[in-house]
């Protein structure tokens, strides 16, 4: 199967009130950390930025990486994984596996159990305690359907008119619903 890796890395950080891809977590810049995981996996990969990428692209080491400007990422996520689909379709992958750039706790072992996941489903995703995590592979089946969402909720939306679309991966892992939205005032 034709895997495309995505990490999602074009918002605003509005409510982080600062750059948090360049954040420091334990040594390292939060997009740093997803950037090393998935170049642990032989897939493609590819980042999808927003126009301050040329700013800051030099604090980090993304060299296996594709890159594409979301030049609509004020409009939300749903602008990014449209922009991720439209260059799946394009090089004609069979699913795409969506990161979020400022989940730097994914264990390497979740990713491998969504990529050995056989389903019919059209996506496949690790749930923690029933809420939905990270990474989500989701199918060609539904690639069209996305390029049809708006805002900033990302594939939400057709998860929630549509559970039965969803295999879901019961982990133990609360890290594959931890992002950091908020930084942590001292």
Same mark, same amino acid.
Request: glycine share 4%.
């Given at each position: 199967?034709? @895997? ?6 074009? &918002? ?38 927003? %126009? +301050?990428? %040329? ?35 394009? /090089?004609? /992958? %069979? ?18 159990? @969504? ?11 690790? /749930?923690? +305690?029933?809420? +939905? ?10 690639? /069209? ?5 708006? &805002? ?32 942590? %005032?001292?």
């Amino acid at each position: 199967m034709k @895997i495309l890796g995505v990490i999602l890395a074009a &918002g605003l950080s509005t409510r982080f009130k600062d750059n948090k891809l360049l954040f420091e977590y334990n040594g390292k810049a939060l997009l740093q950390w997803t950037i090393d995981l998935l170049n642990k996996f032989d897939i493609d990969k590819l980042m999808i930025v927003n %126009e +301050k990428w %040329e700013s800051i692209k030099k604090n980090f080491d993304y060299n296996n990486f594709k890159i594409i400007k979301n030049h609509n990422y004020k409009n939300g996520i749903s602008s990014s994984v449209k922009e991720a689909i439209k260059f799946a379709l394009k /090089y004609n /992958y %069979e699913s795409v596996l969506i990161f979020l750039g400022d989940m730097p706790l994914i264990p390497r072992n979740i990713v491998t159990t @969504i990529l050995n996941t056989t389903s019919e489903k059209p996506i496949i995703a690790p /749930y923690y +305690k029933d809420k +939905k995590g990270f990474p989500t592979l989701i199918k060609r089946a539904l690639f /069209y359907d996305i390029l049809n969402i708006q &805002g900033d909720s990302g594939i939400k939306q057709i998860i929630k008119n549509n559970p039965e679309f969803v295999e879901k991966i019961n982990v133990d892992y609360p890290e594959v619903t931890v992002d950091f939205d908020y930084k942590l %005032e001292v």
